[in-house]
């Protein structure tokens, strides 16, 4: 593929195969065509690696995480429930919105909380809220204390984050699907690695290998959840598309 960015003549032109494309530079299609490009090149120079949250690293790209914010202000959860939780970050952005909102609690799993994130976590002033839970997410033992400490009527949110692999996300999905609350959402997050495999740090097999299939085919399965990216709550342009290392990513329970 090529792409050629024109800004003499203000067009963008797409070249796939014999096939040439032409976009007004300054219009949606152009806006997208390049931020898939800018992502992709982004996400090999690791640039989710290069922002925190009130002081822990958060490996997230922004625009995810103003759209998980919108979510969640939205849905007002009683319990968000994460997998992968590294330098804590994500946990300590859920909990700070939800004290602001003065509502909800966090759970973070991960298969290895090293200590001294632990510490960093366990010390930090958004800690009230969060609950830390070491063992690999899939672990039957982890999934019941999970679903103990969730009760029926509760508004639920779930972001997978963890290992990335469609096996580990289709188990993940099969684990704490039956606890989402109706219209809220079971998110497999770093869907993009569909489109990564043939950048420099992408991975053999991930074009199919990956989250965003894991959620394709458990929708298939479970007719009570559908792919639905969330409305934007204020969108006075013409884009409709996150731009987002989690394409398919937001699972709704719409029964
Ligand atoms: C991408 S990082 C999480 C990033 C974090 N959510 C954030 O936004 O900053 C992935 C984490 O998943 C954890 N992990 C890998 N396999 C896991 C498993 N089977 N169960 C739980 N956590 C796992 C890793 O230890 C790592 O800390």
């Known amino acids: 593929m090529k792409l050629i960015i024109d800004t003499d003549s203000k067009t963008l032109s797409v070249m796939e195969g014999d096939q040439t494309y032409s976009y007004d530079l300054y219009s949606r299609k152009s806006f997208e065509e390049i931020s898939r490009q800018w992502v992709k090149v982004g996400w090999n120079e690791k640039y989710q690696y290069t922002f925190s949250w009130m002081g822990r690293p958060i490996i ?11 979510v969640i202000y939205k849905l007002k959860p009683d319990v968000v429930i994460e997998t992968g939780v590294a330098h804590g970050g994500s946990l300590i952005y859920y909990s700070s919105l939800l004290r602001a909102m003065g509502k909800g609690r966090v759970i973070g799993i991960d298969i290895e909380i090293r200590p001294h994130n632990r510490k960093a976590i366990e010390s930090h002033e958004m800690f009230d809220r969060i609950t830390l839970l070491e063992g690999s997410s899939t672990d039957p033992n982890i999934v019941n204390q999970v679903k103990s400490m969730v009760k029926p009527e509760e508004t639920v949110l779930v972001l997978l984050d963890s290992n990335h692999s469609y096996q580990h996300v289709i188990d993940e999905l099969n684990a704490y699907a039956s ?8 998110v497999a997050t770093d869907g993009i690695m569909f489109d990564l495999e043939y950048v420099p740090r992408g991975g053999k097999n991930w074009s199919v290998d990956n989250p965003m299939k894991a959620a394709q085919d ?25 731009i987002t290392h989690w394409p398919g990513a937001w699972i709704k329970r719409v029964k």
Not at 60 to 66: A, G, H, K
Not at 222 to 229: A, C, K, L, V
């Open 179 to 186: 606890i989402v609350s109706k219209d809220s959402y079971i």
């Open 60 to 70: 997230q790209l922004p625009e995810d995480m103003i759209r998980t914010q919108e």
């Open 218 to 242: 458990f929708v298939a399965q479970n007719p009570n959840f559908t792919i639905e990216q969330p409305s934007w709550p204020f969108n006075e342009s013409e884009l409709g598309e996150n």
